[in-house]
């Protein structure tokens, strides 16, 4: 591999991008290729897995290794690539329902096991590919082709299903805030263990509008607060609010440079402020937060497999089929 | 035509005394319409392109209380298949439908399904399975599932869809076995045609309400799904088997039934067209079957003695009726829209072991042609015909169209 530079052009790849115009999904694509290069990692070394759904055209777009896998497998398959070749980057593309619905199984325990990839996921709160059903994220009472008189279930906040279960990066953004989207994919993809983040992407055909209380330039700064280190939970039009942590949870109180409030510190944070700051997701009177909820560093599966396979090895040896095929419960009948 | 409207002209192709509208449908919503007619209780399912059509449609009807069922969305289908096995376990008929690898990933419980004997009934649209992608008419999908106890039977046109669907409950219903019903992705699933909806009245009449003689009742309570030791078990696959070849006398039985009293009738366990004198036989399945029709009367308006065999049931295996009219004809080309790796197209392979206990056995060759969606059009099946007449010795395996051949992986 020569030393050169590469550009978000080295990351594009000679296929139609075929999404419907307007779609979130183009947005997540341009920040995907423009973080690409920035990560020093050679092509060869990077594969996009991705299972079923819009999002999961993800691979063909990006010039890289890449697997349009089987719905919801995504997890699996790549952890199945990052087990055999952990020198890989590994990145997972899915969607609401690739990810929550059929392959919900394979997520939580990817996140358990703290496997070194990174997961994308799309969630525009619809079924798009199979044209307009509800997804796991869809809202209470939604109307779709598969809900006409609207969904009765409650939907999956995938932030608290990640913190849950344990992935050690959970972050979330939105299609409409490249800078934004472009810093949470570098972080994410720079972190080592599963790395998990939430997209919140507009399906202009099915679900159009779904996220707009949050993209709406007129009103998008009263129903976000984004989550910067160090810095208080500051949010509002004229930054005049700010998220006070009262008796375990958060409340919402005029901003006054004199009062003290928490500050967000990823180092300092624990289980009940990261729910806490996922739970102001579905409260509608409190802002959405968006940025980093968890960063933490853990032993990573694929790091203490390897040393488990050299430890062992060092105490007993490399193995010996034919041994072990004569050792322990044999008998020999005569 | 307009919909609801019987015109001048149709009415020998749709019996007004039966019909309760003509409505210009595709295949996906005359499965949903037929869902409908047969009281179905219970409907689950998830979507997958090109079935989704089949379970929106039933979920509208749901919604407007057009239909009196229960519509359970899941989050794959695996839970499709189990949801309708635990709703069949309460004496409720259920319907689910699905294609490709959505099948695939049912494989399990539609061992469960047959072996716990529930008479589900599936509509399965055949679609090509990945890798690599491909969301287009193949039946490797449904033929895959073979041998796991499932009824499987193929339409050739969405009428016949409608009606091979209220068929498949009273069977189903009659031997306590599930059935699958196939039709080809897109050029049914997806094509409109016009279907004549039957009078609900004469439907009830040919399907009655499904009473089961065990079911999950709190007044006579049982187990479900124990444990079979080797002394047992045995004996429950031979049942099995015993219910499949009952089926072989019961569908056409069924099927004039069906014509006794909605008044069509598209075959029993075959079709056959022109097969009585014929020297070469055309065997199909599907879609396949409609253009086969104008090409063997071309054959025949040159003279040439050609017949269609259309095959409207895979499981069970028609071995009987193949061997009366497979076995007249001198040689026999079979077109499969299919592939078992390693052998052959599916439908031949059963056909020719049909066939072997014959004392004379006809030449028969095997093609395989439209994969994955791929047109097979007239002039396809006119070269098969013509290779088969020139035919000297049978070939189990011949490709049709291919676009290049290589010796690469």
Request: charged share 25%; hydrophobic share 40%.
């Amino acid at each position: 591999m020569s030393d050169q530079v590469l550009t978000k052009e080295d990351f594009t790849s000679d296929q139609e991008v075929r999404w419907c115009p307007g779609c979130g999904d183009y947005s997540i694509l341009a920040q995907t290729r423009k973080v690409l290069p920035q990560l020093g990692i050679p092509k060869e070394n990077i594969v996009f897995v991705s299972g079923i759904g819009c999002s999961s055209r993800f691979p063909y777009y990006i010039d890289s290794f890449g697997i349009h896998g089987i719905h919801g497998r995504a997890p699996a398959i790549a952890s199945g690539i990052k087990l055999a070749n952990p020198d890989l980057k590994v990145f997972i593309v899915t969607g609401d329902g690739d990810g929550l619905s059929i392959g919900g199984n394979h997520l939580i325990h990817l996140f358990r096991r703290n496997i070194d990839v990174t997961v994308l996921l799309f969630n525009n709160r619809i079924y798009g590919l199979t044209k307009g059903q509800y997804s796991p994220t869809s809202e209470r009472g939604k109307i779709t082709k598969s809900s006409p008189f609207g969904s009765l279930e409650n939907p999956f906040d995938p932030i608290k299903m990640a913190l849950a279960s344990g992935a050690t990066f959970v972050a979330r953004s939105v299609d409409r805030e490249p800078k934004h989207l472009a810093e949470t994919i570098k972080m994410a993809a720079e972190h080592v263990g599963t790395s998990f983040v939430e997209i919140y992407q507009n399906c202009n055909i099915f679900n159009d509008g779904t996220f707009e209380s949050l993209t709406d330039p007129k009103i998008k700064k009263d129903n976000i607060v984004v989550m910067e280190e160090g810095k208080p939970y500051i949010f509002g039009k004229e930054s005049d609010r700010v998220l006070a942590w009262e008796d375990g949870s958060f409340s919402v109180n005029m901003h006054d440079e004199a009062s003290s409030s928490l500050v967000h510190s990823l180092a300092n944070s624990n289980s009940s402020v990261e729910f806490a700051l996922a739970e102001l997701t579905m409260d509608e009177h409190k802002p959405t937060p968006i940025g980093v909820f968890r960063k933490i560093n853990k032993n990573t599966y694929d790091g203490l497999l390897t040393k488990q396979v050299e430890n062992v090895k060092e105490k007993l040896g490399s193995g010996d089929l034919e041994k072990l095929l004569s050792s322990g419960n044999t008998w020999e009948i005569k | 035509m307009e919909n609801g409207v019987i015109t001048a002209g149709l009415e020998k192709y749709f019996n007004p005394e039966t019909t309760e509208e003509v409505k210009v449908t595709e295949g996906t919503h005359a499965a949903s319409y037929a869902v409908g007619l047969a009281r179905v209780k219970v409907i689950s399912a998830y979507p997958i392109t090109p079935q989704t059509s089949i379970v929106e449609k039933l979920s509208e009807m749901c919604a407007s209380g057009e239909i009196d069922a229960e519509f359970i969305k899941v989050e794959s289908e695996h839970s499709a298949m189990a949801c309708v096995i635990g709703s069949e376990s309460t004496g409720a008929r259920s319907f689910t439908a699905t294609s490709s690898q959505g099948l695939a990933l049912m494989h399990e419980e539609l061992h469960w399904a047959a072996g716990a004997r529930l008479p589900v009934v599936m509509v399965n649209v055949n679609r090509a399975l990945g890798a690599p992608w491909n969301i287009w008419a193949d039946q490797s999908d449904s033929l895959a599932q073979r041998d796991t106890g499932w009824v499987q039977l193929y339409a050739e046109s969405n009428q016949e869809v409608l009606d091979m669907v209220l068929q498949a409950y009273r069977l189903a219903e009659e031997i306590m076995l599930p059935v699958m019903v196939n039709m080809d992705a897109f050029f049914l699933s997806h094509t409109t045609e016009p279907v004549a909806i039957p009078k609900q009245h004469l439907v009830d009449q040919f399907l009655p309400g499904y009473n089961p003689k065990f079911k999950m009742d709190i007044k006579d309570p049982r187990a479900f799904g124990g444990l079979a030791t080797p002394d047992r078990y045995m004996e429950l696959r031979y049942n099995i088997q015993k219910s499949m070849e009952g089926a072989l006398d019961l569908i056409p039985k069924i099927a004039d039934e069906y014509d006794a009293i909605i008044k069509r009738h598209h075959g029993g366990l075959v079709e056959e067209y022109l097969t009585e004198d014929a020297e070469y036989l055309l065997v199909t399945s599907g879609t396949i079957t409609g253009t086969s029709r104008i090409v063997v009367d071309a054959f025949r308006n040159k003279g040439i003695k050609v017949g269609l065999l259309k095959m409207r049931v895979f499981r069970p295996f028609p071995v009987k009726v193949v061997q009366e009219s497979a076995g007249r004809a001198k040689k026999i080309a079979v077109i499969d829209r299919n592939i078992s790796f390693g052998q052959s197209g599916i439908f031949f392979n059963e056909l020719k072991s049909a066939l072997y206990n014959l004392e004379t056995r006809p030449l028969i060759n095997g093609y395989v042609a439209g994969l994955g969606g791929r047109d097979v059009t007239p002039s396809t099946i006119e070269k098969v015909i013509n290779h088969l007449i020139a035919a000297e010795k049978g070939e189990d395996l011949i490709w049709m169209e291919l676009n290049y051949e290589s010796d690469e992986i």
